[in-house]
Structure formats: structure tokens, C-alpha cells
């Protein structure tokens, strides 16, 4: 059965450090991957989506993540973080059919100045 | 720029009341979504639909129904509301194409029942 697992429930870092949120899922086959933000009161916005090809894969606001599919993870990575990253974050696995999508639980994110 | 627009942001009902959640999008998408967002579980598939009048059960879909009369509009109904229907409501659309494939998120419809 597809699942995706986001095993941290909140993380709090402080502004500058650098942030890694984990993401693993479980898929039968090649998955489609995803990270969505969600801001307090907003709908879900797409940081970025892993297909195919290279398994690094560069998103909007300084995010990036790295498909590993002998570890079945796609964890999201930013180097220095922003008080505005304040967020709820969610991975996301879908199939190619654009009609089926999984989300893992989220991860709160908080930032200390 | 997609735009996907809930009706209401928030929407207080009683319990036993029929409650219509509206979702439009403007791009022609083939697949609409309903989710629900409760603390601790993330979102949770109630309905799709990847056309017109069809529709498709998700994970949890319980308690509702949906129609899907024109391309652009999809609606939740919940047939006789319950406290435990209180939560987040978040309506999505996507287009099948080999190099698209995402969600376009509304802001939400926030929903209490008392």
C-alpha cells in the first residue's frame, strides 16, 4: 500500500541554521514526489517535485531535495533558514495518473530569531 | 497563474444541517479533490473526480458526497453534519500531463459544527 511517513512532528531551528525535514514513503512503483508548504489560514503550495532524472532537485525560496531510492527518502534540506519558513511542510507521493495522491502527516516548523 | 477558490473561509453550521463546500478552478483541469486537514493525521482523500459527473471514493468518504456537474466546479455535501466533520477543508485540482503533475491548492474552507 503507497504511504508516506514524515516522522518528525515539529522541529524548531533557529534562524540562520540550516533545516533538514525527512520524508519516506512507500510506493509500488517509480513514485512521483513532492513537497508541499502550507503558511498559517493557506491552501498547500508546491516547493518542489522530483519525476525523473537527476535526483537532486532545486526548488523555490532556496529549498532542495534528494530522491533516494535505495533509502525510499525525499528529504527536504535548506541551507539557512528564514524566519518567514515558518511553516507546515508536507511530502507528498503521487502516481502518474495525476489522480492519486498520498501526504504524509506534516511537520510543523518553527524559527527562533 | 491557477487559481483554485473555496467559497467560504469560514462556515460555522449545526449539527443535522446539509452543508455545501464549493470549489471552482479556472484552468480547465481534468481532476478536482477533496481533502480534509485535522492536527496530527495531514490530509486525507474524501472524494475525487478526473471529469465531468464522475467521481471517485477516496480514503475517507464517510459522511459525504460530491457533484461534479461542470468542469470547473466541484462540491462537497455533507448530507447531515456531525461534530466530528469539524475541520479543515481543502479542494485541489490537477491536470494529467506527463510533466505536470502537481496540485493547485484552494485557501480552505475552515468548518465548525456545533
Known amino acids: 500500500a503507497q504511504s508516506v511517513t514524515q516522522p518528525d512532528i515539529h522541529i524548531t531551528v533557529s534562524e540562520g541554521a540550516s533545516l533538514e525535514l525527512r520524508c519516506n514513503y512507500s510506493?509500488?512503483?517509480?513514485?512521483?514526489l513532492f513537497w508541499y508548504v502550507q503558511s498559517p489560514g493557506q491552501g498547500l503550495q508546491l516547493l518542489l517535485k522530483?519525476?525523473?532524472?537527476?535526483?537532486l532537485v532545486q526548488g523555490i525560496k532556496g529549498f532542495e531535495a534528494e530522491f533516494k531510492r535505495s533509502q525510499s527518502s525525499f528529504n527536504l534540506r535548506k541551507p539557512s533558514v528564514h524566519w518567514s519558513d515558518a511553516a507546515e511542510y508536507f511530502c507528498?507521493?503521487?502516481?502518474?495518473?495525476?489522480?492519486?495522491?498520498?501526504f504524509g502527516t506534516g511537520t510543523s516548523l518553527t524559527v527562533i530569531p | 497563474d491557477v487559481k483554485v477558490t473555496q467559497s467560504s473561509r469560514y462556515l460555522v453550521k449545526r449539527t443535522g444541517e446539509k452543508v455545501f463546500l464549493e470549489c471552482v478552478q479556472d484552468?480547465?483541469?481534468?481532476?478536482m479533490f477533496w481533502y480534509r486537514q485535522d492536527p496530527g493525521l495531514g490530509l486525507r482523500l474524501i472524494y475525487f473526480?478526473?471529469?465531468?459527473?464522475?467521481?471517485e471514493k477516496g480514503d475517507i468518504p464517510e459522511g459525504y458526497s460530491v457533484s461534479r456537474e461542470k468542469k470547473e466546479r466541484f462540491s462537497l455535501i455533507l448530507e447531515s453534519a456531525s461534530t466530528n466533520q469539524t475541520s479543515m477543508y481543502l479542494c485541489?485540482?490537477?491536470?494529467?500531463?506527463?510533466?505536470?503533475?502537481?496540485?493547485?491548492f484552494g485557501s480552505g474552507t475552515q468548518l465548525s459544527v456545533l
Open positions: 485541489a485540482s490537477s491536470v494529467t500531463t506527463a510533466t505536470n503533475e502537481k496540485l493547485f
Open positions: 510506493y509500488g512503483a517509480t513514485p512521483y
Open positions: 522530483y519525476f525523473s532524472g537527476d535526483t
Open positions: 507528498a507521493v503521487g502516481a502518474n495518473t495525476g489522480n492519486q495522491f498520498y
Open positions: 484552468m480547465d483541469h481534468e481532476n
Open positions: 473526480s478526473y471529469d465531468v459527473k464522475m467521481k
